[in-house]
């Protein structure tokens, strides 16, 4: 924390109270961000950035931090609103040409240079001579144009979005070209984490709040203060995770109001509590050991969060917090007959899944996936779904979250009413024992499912943690039992030209974990497996228009040399034998030593487009992996000794 107390990062912006925030002190903080990769130091930059907003805000302004906030995670509205940015290379090019009146195919020979359409625009702007010196930009200023540029759509809108950047280019200074084009592309390359982001605003509003209390904190008491804070808006946030509530309540309550203030809401989509994986039934029960757990069937859909709100609305979203209730129309049809009367509003976690309705046997995740992803009309589906409830975090005005789940199952079966082949409970055993548990296990398989989630029941341990991925949710697939392993989410960053048959396609392609902490792609192998011809034309139109020249700068290459690289944008689920060290792949270097992991005989399964990039599996998992297969292997071979 010891920048962060300094306080003495150099981003003064020269604007008064009640003033706009200058986008040039944004972007000042933006370019020393950048500059460094220690990421304490980042936090600290973002924190002096942040207070200042903070300090400078007019009475009642909660918008010049919001605004900042959302420029910082280059955002423009919560993620469940999705108004998104990403304007196409060829565009930005054009505004760029017609704001400095360079000639578009120098600035793409720039680019092609630079691999940065960002620093080409700020170059293209500073050789160019200028007479009047623009009026500055403003945050306020500069997020509505790029909201009017993400919302404007429609047959003209190319024509108007080329407008607004060609004036927005044409009033920048210093690093503020490089800055908007790069949030204009949808991606920031600071090198700073939305984590990182809340950690800052958490720091930022306890020194705002020291100083107008004038309170003495001892150095200790400040990092307690600031840790603390920190905890508060993480927790908040995976709670209800939309700075439009969080901020406004923050600034006005402070953080020690916050969790009062802000909790879950319907109509704003939590991230989901995730698992962790188990290959035996041992490890379940060594887990749980005297503790109360239940099995539940893992059934192979889609997660679905279900929400009604008090007016009536019911809205569905995905693991990534997508509204799918355009993609689910029956689903929210479905749904009234389900719910007794006195249930009035909540907040369902759910899977949907592909059914036979005739037979009532469930498909596979692969039907599912047949179904129109937008505007779906009922009268259209073939696809029917049923969905699987299997807790309940929200109930008439109440978060339940803290609760059990031994209670919160119990509301959930209380307040539902459920219709076979349209809305069902979960199918739970809460036996205890391996046989009963490996019984429930083959019956799960045998009904379709992938196999089983295992969760704890216990009163002091079963509270349901929004976005983690956590020990007291276990699963336990049917792969992982036939000793291949758990698989992975890994995202397509590099592609290999085919032979043969395959040569106007890619043949075969390489992959990458994510890093949170680094926000780095790290390489893990090349894979060629499992594709059908059919399979590899899918991607190669997926991924043809992600090529890039140069790898960005955010994958952390290695000893790879694939024949093109792609923006890191798909992500695809990958089974593997097992993994190896590897002195080419960089995925989970120094984590177990030097050289990086590897998968052997990597195994395509399929697309996974409720993942994002982000959502990758990260290079602890990858290590956890690592040494969970080299610690079986040693007890195999020390049981070999035995017999
Ligand atoms: P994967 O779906 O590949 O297992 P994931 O990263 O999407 O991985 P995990 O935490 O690994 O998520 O597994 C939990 C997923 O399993 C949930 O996101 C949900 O979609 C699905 N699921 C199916 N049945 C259940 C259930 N009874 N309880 C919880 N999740 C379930």
Not at 18 to 43: D, N
Not at 512 to 529: L, M, R
């Amino acid at each position: 924390f010891a920048l962060s107390f300094k306080q003495d990062v150099d981003i003064e912006g020269g604007w008064k109270v009640g003033e706009p925030v200058p986008y040039s002190a944004l972007t000042k903080a933006f370019s020393l961000i950048e500059a460094t990769t220690k990421r304490l130091e980042k936090t600290a930059i973002l924190t002096s950035f942040l207070l200042l907003v903070i300090q400078r805000s007019a009475k009642d302004d909660p918008k010049s931090l919001l605004q900042s906030v959302y420029l910082c995670i280059n955002r423009l509205s919560p993620d469940y609103i999705g108004v998104e940015l990403g304007i196409g290379e060829s565009l930005l090019v054009k505004a760029i040409g017609e704001s400095t009146g360079r000639n578009i195919s120098l600035i793409k020979a720039d680019l092609k240079k630079e691999g940065d359409l960002g620093l080409v625009a700020m170059n293209s702007k500073n050789s160019q001579k200028t007479l009047f010196k623009p009026k500055p930009l403003t945050v306020p200023f500069v997020f509505s144009k790029l909201r009017d540029i993400a919302l404007s759509a429609g047959h003209s809108s190319q024509a108007k979005k080329v407008s607004i950047i060609t004036k927005l280019l044409a009033a920048c200074q210093d690093f503020e070209a490089k800055y908007i084009v790069r949030s204009l592309e949808g991606k920031l390359r600071i090198g700073n984490a939305e984590r990182s982001v809340l950690v800052s605003l958490a720091h930022a509003a306890v020194l705002a709040e020291r100083e107008r209390s004038g309170k003495k904190w001892s150095t200790e008491q400040l990092a307690t203060r600031l840790e603390e804070g920190a905890n508060v808006i993480k927790s908040v946030y995976s709670e209800l995770p939309t700075y439009d509530e969080v901020i406004p309540a923050l600034l006005e309550v402070g953080i020690d109001g916050l969790r009062e203030k802000c909790k879950l809401t319907p109509g704003v989509p939590l991230k989901p509590m995730l698992a962790k994986p188990t290959k035996a039934i041992g490890e379940v029960l060594d887990r749980f050991e005297n503790k109360r757990f239940t099995c539940e069937y893992k059934y192979d859909g889609e997660r679905a969060q279900v929400h009604k709100l008090e007016d009536g609305t019911v809205c569905v979203f995905s693991r990534n917090s997508e509204d799918m209730s355009k993609k689910y129309p029956d689903l929210v049809e479905q749904l009234p007959k389900c719910i007794k009367e006195s249930t009035k509003s909540f907040v369902l976690d759910a899977e949907a899944v592909a059914i036979d309705r005739e037979t009532g046997k469930l498909m596979p995740f692969q039907e599912l996936s047949k179904r129109k992803r937008k505007d779906v009309r009922v009268e259209d589906i073939k696809v029917r779904v049923c969905l699987f409830a299997f807790d309940l975090l929200y109930l008439n005005g109440e978060p339940l979250l803290q609760q059990s789940l031994i209670d919160r199952r119990a509301l959930l079966r209380d307040h539902f009413i459920p219709v076979p082949g349209e809305f069902e409970f979960a199918k739970s055993n809460d036996g205890e024992t391996t046989d009963e548990i490996q019984t429930f296990l083959e019956e799960s398989v045998k009904d379709g499912c992938e196999g089983l989630m295992v969760k704890m029941l216990d009163t002091d341990a079963s509270f349901y943690e929004p976005s983690r991925r956590s020990v007291n949710w276990l699963k336990l697939k049917k792969d992982y039992l036939a000793g291949v392993g758990d698989s992975l989410d890994l995202v397509v960053v590099g592609g290999y030209y085919g032979k043969g048959k395959r040569t106007n396609v890619y043949g075969a392609f390489l992959l990458a974990c994510y890093d949170s902490d680094s926000e780095e792609f790290q390489t893990i192998c090349k894979i060629g497996t499992g594709f059908s011809e059919e399979v590899l034309q899918t991607h190669y139109d997926e991924l043809k228009p992600l090529e890039l020249e140069k790898p960005r700068r955010d994958i952390k290459v290695g000893g790879a040399k694939p024949d093109i690289w792609f923006e890191p944008k798909v992500v695809w689920e990958v089974l593997t034998a097992d993994l190896s060290l590897s002195p080419i792949y960089t995925a989970a270097q120094g984590l177990i030593e030097d050289r990086g992991v590897s998968l052997r005989f990597p195994r395509y399964l399929r697309i996974r487009d409720d993942k994002s990039a982000a959502d990758a599996t990260g290079p602890e998992q990858i290590a956890e992996m690592y040494e969970r297969q080299a610690l079986s292997q040693t007890k195999g071979k020390s049981k070999k000794g035995g017999d």
